[in-house]
């Protein structure tokens, strides 16, 4: 597995993301399915899980992401030090149906204290502010992620769904080590983040990266580049992905072990400039 760098670790190139070993209901794995598909993401070589509190069907369930997580670790069998796990805070969940956000520095300390009970560490290795909320001024949220990473209760800092100048007034703020925006073949409106991050030397973790695959199937790209190297079209996805800029670590959801298997191999996969230049 290629590695990349958040902060001062390494990871491997290929994260995964837990959102949907948890939610939606309907369509979650049994837990035994979850943890065997985390426990095949850790098989291919991945060090990098990404979960969140708000990964759970409503407020019945908070933090049911980490928790599974941590049980995914913890019986995983194998040396786990080396992995990153990277949860999040200030997305809430106030009903089944419905998010909202709280970047209050009490929630957020809160949220830090109570993930670290689920995930049983005693720092977070990275902790990303999940969504910015209106109501609260973005520097005083980051400034609380900074005050718990000064008290050791977090190694690394991060932020999420965040513009180019949020995400300066972040780095100004903290170490800031990670950039979580959505970013995918679907939506590209975080190219100015993304090159943002490249030019600061920040992470970018593209969430929900395998977007708009089936599109893509029909119009020749991804597809047709896949069929050519017999590969799957998410590999290629995520392989355009990483040749964007080293700083780039995608972090595909999988509920299924063969997935996360599949797109780990992406870390291997080198398109060639005239592949990448009809992919775009």
């Known amino acids: 597995m290629q590695t990349r760098r958040i902060g001062d670790l390494d990871v491997s190139a290929i994260g995964l993301g837990g959102m949907p070993l948890s939610m939606p209901a309907d369509r979650r794995p049994a837990r035994a399915d979850a943890l ?7 098989d291919a070589g991945v060090t990098l899980i990404d979960t969140a509190d708000a990964y759970c069907t409503g407020p019945g369930e ?25 949860t999040k805070g200030g997305h809430t969940r106030p009903s089944d149906d419905d ?55 977090v190694r690394l800092v991060g932020v999420s769904n965040a513009d180019p100048e949020q995400i300066r007034e972040a780095a100004a703020t903290t170490h800031l080590a990670a950039v979580q925006n959505e970013f995918s073949p679907r939506f590209r409106s975080s190219e100015p983040e993304l090159r943002l991050c490249a030019e600061l030397g ?25 069929r050519e190297r017999g590969v799957s079209p998410q590999q290629v996805v995520l392989a355009w992905m990483l040749a964007k800029a080293d700083v780039v670590v995608p972090i595909p959801g999988a509920s299924r072990p063969s997935s996360i ?20």
């Open 36 to 42: 065997r598909t985390v426990h095949a993401a850790l």
């Open 62 to 86: 908070l933090g049911h992401n980490e928790e599974l997580v941590a049980e995914a670790l913890r019986t995983w069998g194998g040396d786990t030090s080396g992995v990153l796990v990277a």
């Open 99 to 153: 998010w909202a956000q709280d970047g209050s520095p009490e929630h957020l300390r809160a949220a830090c204290e109570a993930s670290l009970v689920r995930l049983g560490v005693d720092a977070i290795g990275l902790y990303q502010f999940h969504r910015p909320d209106p109501q609260v001024p973005w520097a005083e949220s980051v400034g609380a992620l900074e005050q718990l990473r000064q008290e050791g209760k």
């Open 202 to 226: 920040i992470a970018f973790l593209p969430w929900s990266p395998l977007g708009g695959i089936d599109r893509n199937t029909s119009d020749g790209g991804f597809a047709d580049v896949a």
């Open 261 to 280: 298997t599949d797109s780990a191999a992406a870390a291997d996969l080198v398109l060639t400039p005239e592949e990448l230049a009809r992919l775009g």
